[in-house]
């Protein structure tokens, strides 16, 4: 057990306490299966920009990023440039649209039912690959937040990675099950301030113990003075453009997120998407920025070099606070990796109920029996993540990056050129979606792997995304059934209101 197990204990405890009581609350406020996946429709801005960015950081913000920055230094920038780029870009091109649109079209709850009504299509191939492309995905994604999880409670209370992880899935599927998109996003926005307190709270403690910035630089340039070069690697080697524009290319993700993606259609207005923009953008830089320097915090302040980078953070936190208060810092990270596990299982089930099961039914479902069957495809989707996480040797960033690239490049695309393009096809949006998606997958068999490995070392969210968009393009030039007259109208009409 470790130094920090009795505080720790006490803090997760008051924290746990804390969400399943808003858990308890949202499910006495779940009427129906669209309050169940979309809370209704009447997200505060506030609530939609907070709990969109806490759905997207995930363990890998604590964990994966600062492990990166630990080893790469400010190479990392270029990854915090381009999310912070991909926020901003994704709440001004599709917040708004996503939102008027999703609820002119027969009020779309999950992103396979918009694309299919966005086109009028009769044929189920849209609205299957669609879902079976989140599925797949999805599993890598939570599967990565059970991994964090794992390594967060091995380290903390001693327990065996395997038990850890159980323990994890327990406690999130609890308090999902009962609240549905309620409980997610209430307990996001308390669990993404608490993710933000604590990444601002380890670097500005560091740093004020080394003396000042000025003196927490020099202590970073001594163990490795090319940890301060964004323009560099840690050997000293200059980053080359496909290198940076694989690091960039991770904003491209977001367009392709249907957790984040939820929030858009979720706010309660749409004449509200520009304060949640601003709220969202700032927010998420803050902590990208923040989880750069645990990483150059690490380097420098840490004796003993990490056997595991991406404990850097929990490393510090035992080291330098008080134990409660560690204890506190470090409920930060189950805050992370439950914020974006429940909002992932929540798409999962979402697309499960509303989508699939009702296609190999073959028969409607009343509101009662859907809202049971997200609740069943909720546990059905945790089970197999947690199966996948069995590897306590797993990296959380290179899971991560498989996922996102995935789900980028397939579905990103699709939705952005759905929102802009009227006489876009639903065969071009169904190229958009099986090229994108297949690209990541060769593009990643074929090449080393990894947040920029692939062909050329090109992160493969980067030539799947374009693959995907040039797909869509000529697809649809070729011609095809063109969208039904009723969603012309539909897309008008969301124009108008612009």
């Known amino acids: 057990m470790s130094d920090l197990s009795m505080p720790s204990i006490i803090a997760f405890g008051a924290y746990i306490a804390t969400v399943l009581a808003i858990g308890v609350y949202a499910y006495v406020r779940t009427k129906n299966a669209s309050d169940y996946f979309l809370g209704g429709r009447n997200l505060s801005p506030a609530v939609s920009a907070i709990s969109a960015g ?7 913000v604590l964990l994966g990023l600062p492990g990166y920055a630990y080893l790469a230094g400010l190479e990392a920038f270029w990854i ?10 994704n709440w001004m091109l599709m917040a708004k649209r996503l939102r008027l649109y999703s609820a002119l079209l027969d009020d779309a709850v999950t992103i396979p039912t918009y694309l299919q009504r966005r086109f009028g299509d009769s044929k189920p191939w849209l609205k299957i690959i669609a879902g079976v492309a989140i599925l797949l995905f999805f599993l890598f994604y939570v599967s990565s937040g059970l991994i964090a999880g794992g390594k967060l409670f091995n380290a903390v209370f001693g327990l065996d990675y395997i038990v850890a992880v159980l323990a994890g899935v327990a406690l999130i599927l609890l308090y999902t099950l009962f609240g549905g998109f309620l409980a997610v996003s209430w307990t996001d926005v308390f669990q993404g301030l608490l993710m933000l307190g604590a990444l601002i709270a380890v670097p500005v403690l560091v740093v004020s113990n080394t003396g000042g910035l000025g003196d927490f630089t020099d202590q970073v340039a001594e163990v ?9 690697n840690a050997e000293g080697m200059s980053l080359s453009w496909l290198e940076i524009i694989s690091l960039l290319g991770w904003g491209l993700g977001y367009f392709g997120l249907p957790h984040v993606l939820a929030r858009f259609k979720a706010i309660r207005s749409a004449d509200e998407v520009g304060l949640a923009a601003v709220i969202g953008v700032s927010w998420s830089f803050i902590g990208y920025l923040m989880a750069i320097l645990v990483g150059l915090c690490g380097a420098a302040y ?6 595991d980078s991406e404990r850097v953070f929990i490393e510090l936190t035992s080291l330098i606070f008080h134990p409660l208060i560690a204890g506190v810092l470090l409920a930060a990270i189950l805050a992370a990796i439950m914020s974006t ?11 499960l109920a509303e989508d699939l099961y009702p296609m190999l039914a073959k028969a409607s479902l009343a509101p009662e029996q859907r809202l049971q069957i997200g609740r069943v495809a909720v546990v059905a989707m945790a089970l197999l993540a947690t199966v996948m996480a069995m590897k306590p040797d797993s990296k959380v960033l290179d899971v991560v990056s498989y996922a996102w690239a995935g789900l980028g490049a397939s579905l990103g695309p699709t939705i952005l050129l759905s929102l ?3 006489s ?8 958009g979606i099986l090229v994108g998606g297949v690209t990541v997958i060769v593009w990643e068999a074929l090449g080393s792997g990894g947040y920029s490995g692939g062909i050329f070392d090109l992160f493969s969210l980067v030539p799947g995304f374009l693959f995907s968009m040039l797909a869509i393009v000529l697809v649809t030039r070729l011609g095809g059934q063109p969208p039904a007259t009723w969603v012309v109208a539909q897309f008008d009409k969301m124009r108008s209101q612009l």
């Open 54 to 60: 806490a759905s997207d950081m995930s363990g890998w």
């Open 424 to 431: 876009m096809t639903a065969a071009g949006a169904l190229a």
């Open 80 to 89: 915090t440039l381009g999310l912070t780029i991909g926020v901003a870009a």
């Open 341 to 351: 596990v429940d909002s992932q299982l929540l798409v999962c089930s979402a697309t």
């Open 224 to 232: 490795n003075p090319e940890l301060l070069n964004i323009f560099t």
């Open 302 to 307: 840490l004796a003993n070099p990490l056997a």
């Open 420 to 422: 802009y393009w009227r």
